[in-house]
């Protein structure tokens, strides 16, 4: 599905992160890759995992970062040329953020959850449209938070109500160029992100009783329709919000 395209993957920190599973799954599907990392820490544990993947290069990126954002562009200019796909697996807010009341949020976590979650989509789109001539395709992950009230969610859910917008804003813009972008709204998953999160293991329990397929998504099922929306297959569906949560998204009461 995925044969003869170049695609970068934005997000791998380790075995248990959602970029993983959609990694694995393009891979699978013949798909050449490059990852990036934020710093030495995160290097050390995805740079064996992207090497098992035969990876193309494995840059640092700083997706907050201007010049980083740079240097990355003009490397994958150098190497490939061109690029098909990217893969956007990235999102930051402050721990105090994620707890407690939404009203008591502060101005510079809710700039940071944004800057980080959101305009880095925009960041990288800005990028990666003079590598795709002949048309592409961006691929956001998000969660059900933004579409509904999940407690201690709060800015993140602000903020992935705002790249979900995003998609549909950039898939207008760039659908002329033949570049086409979405969004997976997963299901909970257990990744470093949610890592510490109080109750989160509660949250899984929940998915479980209430979800229709009566269990969690696993990454490697997120990958598997990441695959499908980065691959020609998917060539008529851009700006859309696919749900890849065992059908949790539709449970009213
Ligand atoms: C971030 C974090 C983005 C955790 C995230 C996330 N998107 C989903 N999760 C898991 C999650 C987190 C909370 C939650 C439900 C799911 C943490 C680091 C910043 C970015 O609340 C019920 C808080």
Known sequence: MLQSKRGLIVGLANANSIAWGIAEA?????????????NSA??????PLAESLKADFIYPCDVNDEASLEALFAGIKEKWGKLDFV???VAFAQGEDLKGRFSETSREGFKIAMETSVYSLVALAQRAVPLMDEGGSLLTLSYFGSEKVVQNYNVMGVAKAALEASVRYLAADLGPNNIRVNAISSGAIKTLSARGI???????????ERAPLKRCVTAQE??????????DAACAITGEILHVDCGYNIIGM
């Open 26 to 38: 393009a891979h699978k599907q013949g798909a050449e890759l490059g990852f990036t990392y934020l």
């Open 42 to 47: 995160i290097e050390k544990r995805m740079r």
């Open 87 to 89: 893969i956007h697996s």
């Open 198 to 208: 109080h109750g989160f293991t509660d949250m899984l329990h929940l998915t479980q």
């Open 222 to 231: 997120v990958g598997e329709a990441a695959a499908f929306l980065v691959s």
